[in-house]
């Protein structure tokens, strides 16, 4: 079975600060991993996702994720948040099946705040 | 890029009756749609993933006479929530894969039963 736990469900920053939400995984196969963004009412938004290859991996809106299997992480970062980055952001595995299997377990979810 | 409709996107039912929601791929044929429940504050859950011409399969725990799921088409999979009581109400959400395995979101419908 998979699981995700995100540490922290609120995280608040300043303006031009450093956003770091952490997500830890637990898979007993290699992993997909996913960073998404969720606005109020609305569905969700792919930031980013890892699935082979480069364990540094870069989204969009200037996020990026770092993939370390020996943590069993894959936290997410800004250098500089934006007022508009406050939402909710979920972490996400799947098994790297190497067929797609999308059938996703998702974190609880960390809320972001950015204050002015 | 592609998108997924999800229509509509409020419902406020009475209890007793029953609501569909539908989930559109807009520019993409999506042979598997997936449906999540997502409670205030928490985080999506899994309910059912919807393959075109055949039955979805349920996660461990949903009624699947209460949460009637059909896939008819490669555009479209509808949600149907059976005699809906104000436990039901939830934000629902889809997601649909393309051909090339990505995945994506609807915009979510809010459901509240009275």
């Known amino acids: 079975a998979q699981s995700v736990t995100q540490l922290g469900s609120h995280v608040s920053v300043s303006e031009g600060a450093l956003v770091l939400l952490r997500c830890n995984y637990s898979?007993?196969?290699?992993?997909?991993l996913f960073w998404y963004v969720q606005y109020p009412n609305q569905g969700l938004q792919l930031l980013l996702k890892?699935?082979?290859?480069?364990?540094l991996v870069k989204g969009i809106n200037g996020f990026e994720a770092e993939f370390k299997k020996s943590e069993t992480s894959f936290h997410l970062t800004k250098p500089s948040a934006h007022m508009s980055d406050a939402a909710e952001y979920f972490c996400?595995?799947?098994?790297?099946?190497?067929?797609?299997?999308?059938?996703?377990?998702f974190g609880k979810g960390t809320l972001l705040t950015v204050n002015p | 890029g592609a998108v997924v409709s999800q229509h509509p996107s409020r419902v406020i039912c009475k209890s007793g009756t029953s609501v569909k929601i539908e989930c559109r791929s807009l520019?993409?044929?999506?042979?598997?749609m997936f449906w999540y429940r997502q409670f205030p504050k928490q985080s999506l859950m899994l309910m059912a993933t919807?393959?075109?011409?055949?039955?979805?399969?349920?996660e461990q725990g949903v009624e699947k006479d209460k949460f009637l799921i059909n896939h008819a088409s490669l555009t479209l999979s509808t949600l149907t929530v059976t005699s809906a009581h104000p436990e039901d109400s939830s934000f629902y959400i889809c997601?649909?894969?393309?051909?090339?395995?990505?995945?994506?979101f609807g915009e979510g419908s809010r459901l509240t039963v009275l």
């Open positions: 997601s649909a894969r393309d051909d090339t395995g990505e995945l994506f």
């Open positions: 996400a595995v799947t098994k790297n099946s190497g067929g797609s299997n999308y059938k996703l377990t």
């Open positions: 898979s007993s196969v290699p992993p997909y």
């Open positions: 520019d993409f044929q999506a042979t598997t």
């Open positions: 890892y699935t082979t290859g480069a364990t």
């Open positions: 919807s393959n075109e011409g055949s039955k979805a399969t349920y």
